[in-house]
Nanobody
Framework: QVQLVESGGGLVQPGGSLRLSCAAS????????MGWYRQVPGKQRELVAT???????NYADSVKGRFTISRDNAKNSLYLQMNSLKPEDTAVYYC?????????WGQGTQVTVAS
């Protein structure tokens, strides 16, 4: 069992930055592929970025060059550095951990980009 708790969301102006964190509890965190997803009301949840246990990363085209995903296995933590934020980045951001048939989600953190 893995529990995920996101933090770091908030209100930021367009062009600003935020850093999201996801703290994981449970065993063997390092084996999981970790990811950030986001969802706006009325739309499907979408992938933002993922990072494998080996450190390979993948990004949605809409965030490439602006967002950076990273992990610290010693701290059981996942991060998302978000720069040059746009109003269309406004969403609830979720942390996800997957390994084989195991699939865990956090409760989400709201990010609002507005002036």
């Amino acid at each position: 069992q893995v529990q995920l708790v996101e933090s770091g969301g908030g209100l930021v102006q367009p062009g600003g930055s935020l850093r999201l964190s996801c703290a994981a509890s449970g065993r063997m965190y390092s084996i999981y592929t970790m990811g950030w997803y986001r969802q706006v009301p009325g739309k499907q949840r979408e992938l933002v970025a993922t990072i494998t246990s080996g450190g390979s990363t993948n990004y949605a085209d809409s965030v490439k060059g602006r967002f950076t995903i990273s992990r610290d296995n010693a701290k059981n933590s996942l991060y998302l550095q978000m720069n040059s934020l746009k109003p269309e980045d406004t969403a609830v951001y979720y942390c996800r951990a997957t390994h084989l048939i195991l699939d865990y989600w956090g409760q989400g953190t709201q990010v609002t980009v507005a002036s």
